[in-house]
């Protein structure tokens, strides 16, 4: 799977969170303003920028960017470690998110984060595998990570619906203290706020044959990026630190755009930390 941010849209994303226009970040890398635009938009330039001058002005570090530039990926995961973890993968158009399904292996009990677009792989998991879905964790609310909740819920009225909207029902809201059960999986959550101010990130523990710890980050951290930051950027790398860097390194982190990575892989090549 590419990434979803080639090494032009880190810039770009950092760019815009610092309040820089074309111009004067295109005087810093050494490039003119149609040369940073190509850069942007292709992740690449016949010339290459001045990542050190670039990562300095951008809070960018300029060893990880270059890494990047070079092509980068993390480290294909092997998910047969999670048995009980599957990764759907769902397109509208151009764009595609991730949605992921855990489950017991003895109770057959299951819960869903996010939906995607398309509800048929997830539901035909479902039923192949024999299960009772009884959650749905919501990352955030934007569009493309709910769009086939009512497809999913039509079909599975009995699950508990989760997310950190405070627009939600009460009884749907999700406490910080709170601790669910699923088998004997353990599912609990942090606020990711930044990407989106209901932004969740999910932590889900206790694995069969001591499986590393998993952590389902919606857009708040994409592999060698994060996602787009409407306000406060400082404070969304702030929180990203606090709550998914500071988890342990082995931690399989679920990304809702482009390929799985681990807090170990994040925290040497992500060039926003
Ligand atoms: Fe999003």
Redesign the pocket.
């Given at each position: 799977m590419d990434l979803e941010d080639h090494v032009g849209d880190v810039l770009m994303k950092a760019r815009v969170q610092a309040g820089y226009g074309l111009d004067a970040v295109a005087a810093v890398a050494g490039l003119s303003a149609a040369e940073l635009a190509e850069l942007e938009r292709t992740g690449r330039t016949a010339r290459p920028p001045n990542y050190g001058s670039l990562g300095r002005l951008l809070d960018l570090v300029p060893e990880k960017l270059e890494t990047l530039a070079r092509g980068w990926r993390p480290a294909p995961v092997d998910l047969s470690r999670w048995r009980e973890l599957r990764m759907f993968t769902t397109r509208a158009g151009d764009f595609s998110v991730n949605s992921y399904l855990i489950w017991d292996e003895v109770t057959r009990e299951a819960a869903l984060f996010d939906t995607g677009f398309d509800a048929a792989p997830v539901l035909e998991t479902i039923e192949t595998e024999r299960l009772q879905l009884q959650h749905v964790f919501l990352?955030?609310g934007?569009s493309?990570?709910v769009a086939a909740l009512e497809a999913v819920c039509g079909r599975h009225a009995r699950a508990r619906l989760h997310s950190g909207s405070r627009s939600a029902p009460l009884h749907q809201r999700l406490r910080p203290d709170e601790f669910i059960p699923l088998g004997n999986l353990r599912i609990s959550y942090r606020e990711t706020p930044g990407?989106?101010e209901d932004g969740v990130t999910y932590l889900i523990g206790n694995w069969p044959e001591d499986a590393p710890p998993v952590a389902v980050v919606?857009?708040a951290l994409f592999a060698g990026s994060m996602?787009?930051v409407p306000g406060d950027a400082a404070s969304a790398r702030e929180v990203i630190r606090r709550q998914i860097l500071s988890l342990p390194p082995e931690t399989l982190l679920c990304p809702?755009h482009g390929p799985l990575t681990t807090v170990a892989e994040e925290r040497a090549h992500n060039p926003f930390f």
């Open positions: 990352t955030h934007h493309d990570h990407h989106a919606g857009d996602g787009r809702g």
